[in-house]
């Protein structure tokens, strides 16, 4: 009977795992479509296919991971006030030194930032 339960448990963590894995996938694309639309309404934001985007939303990730590790800072537009949404700007900004086809400038880094920002307080990430 305990062999049973031990069973039972594991499938259990399983599930917990698959579902994890699944909800980090769906962020990341829903993330990456959220940076296409973006980059078509962002002046000073060339246009990305979801490739490209997909990529961007990884490194974008990553950069945000570092700085709250290193800093102990969220990087999400709204995650400190100005600090936060100005750290997002830069996020965003840096970004296309790591992934090709991307390219901003200063002004679409910041307004690409506001646009994620409000579309975040609308669908937080959370959610999903």
């Given at each position: 009977m305990a062999e049973g339960m031990e069973n039972k448990h594991a499938d259990n963590e399983r599930n917990?795992?698959?579902?994890?894995?699944l909800g980090i996938i769906i962020r990341f694309v829903v993330a990456a479509i959220v940076l296409m639309v973006t980059?078509?309404?962002?002046?000073g934001f060339s246009n990305m296919g979801f490739g490209t985007a997909l990529l961007a939303a990884v490194v974008i990730a990553a950069i945000d991971y570092v700085?709250?590790?290193?800093?102990?800072?969220?990087?999400?537009?709204?995650g400190r006030g100005i600090v936060g949404f100005l750290l997002s700007a830069l996020v965003i900004y840096l970004t296309q030194f790591f992934v090709p086809?991307?390219?901003v400038n200063v002004f679409g880094a910041i307004?690409?930032?506001?646009?994620?920002?409000?579309?975040?307080?609308?669908?937080p990430a959370n959610v999903i």
């Amino acid at each position: 009977m305990a062999e049973g339960m031990e069973n039972k448990h594991a499938d259990n963590e399983r599930n917990k795992n698959d579902r994890s894995w699944l909800g980090i996938i769906i962020r990341f694309v829903v993330a990456a479509i959220v940076l296409m639309v973006t980059s078509l309404i962002t002046p000073g934001f060339s246009n990305m296919g979801f490739g490209t985007a997909l990529l961007a939303a990884v490194v974008i990730a990553a950069i945000d991971y570092v700085i709250q590790k290193v800093f102990k800072m969220d990087a999400s537009p709204f995650g400190r006030g100005i600090v936060g949404f100005l750290l997002s700007a830069l996020v965003i900004y840096l970004t296309q030194f790591f992934v090709p086809d991307m390219e901003v400038n200063v002004f679409g880094a910041i307004v690409a930032a506001l646009i994620i920002g409000i579309i975040d307080a609308i669908i937080p990430a959370n959610v999903i």
